[in-house]
């Protein structure tokens, strides 16, 4: 519940933004373009950055506290990630859409899709989850049903400028 209240408070921004602008969590994870015109808010143990593009939402974001987890091999990074999905389509009422690990420059990721309803509308969630130094970060893109070409180049653009520390 606690996480719908958040995403809904995301969701309803009013803010346009399209331009790219590099950003740095901290000096030990990883810089990216996201739209200009962003927000920051800490909410529910995590530090959100958020864009808007047109009716779509870029959300980035990072736990405050040090996963309680420790990965040490592929085994544990996978029960972790299983763990992941299960919560987050458990606490939006979500159903899942497609769920694996890929690579990105040499690190593993998890990719989730899943659908879920916000503000009354259908929504897709195209989530990008990584742990590094013992923090988890989320790439999420939040669209309607129907991907646009805007969301879609938006996408490709924030993804090719990930450079991991």
């Not at 803010?15 to 808010?41: A, H, M």
């Not at 040499?106 to 899709?113: A, G, M, Q, V, Y």
């Amino acid at each position: 519940m606690k996480l719908k209240i958040i995403l809904f408070l995301l969701f309803i921004s009013n803010c346009y933004s399209q331009n790219l602008v590099q950003y740095k969590f901290d000096e030990n994870s990883f810089t990216i373009n996201i739209p200009e015109g962003y927000e920051e808010i800490d909410a529910s143990g995590q530090h959100f950055v958020r864009s808007i593009i047109g009716d779509d939402i870029v959300l980035i974001s990072k736990t405050i506290e040090k996963n309680p987890v420790k990965i040490i091999n592929d085994s544990t990074l996978i029960a972790f990630y299983d763990g992941v999905n299960e919560g987050i389509l458990k606490s939006v009422n979500g159903e899942s859409l497609d769920s694996k690990i890929i690579k990105i420059k040499k690190t593993k990721f998890l990719k989730l899709k899943y659908k879920a309803l916000i503000v009354e509308q259908p929504k897709i969630f195209d989530c990008l989850i990584v742990t590094l130094n013992d923090f988890t970060y989320s790439i999420i893109f939040i669209y309607s049903e129907e991907e646009n070409e805007n969301i879609k180049e938006m996408k490709n653009k924030i993804i090719s400028s990930l450079v991991l520390k």
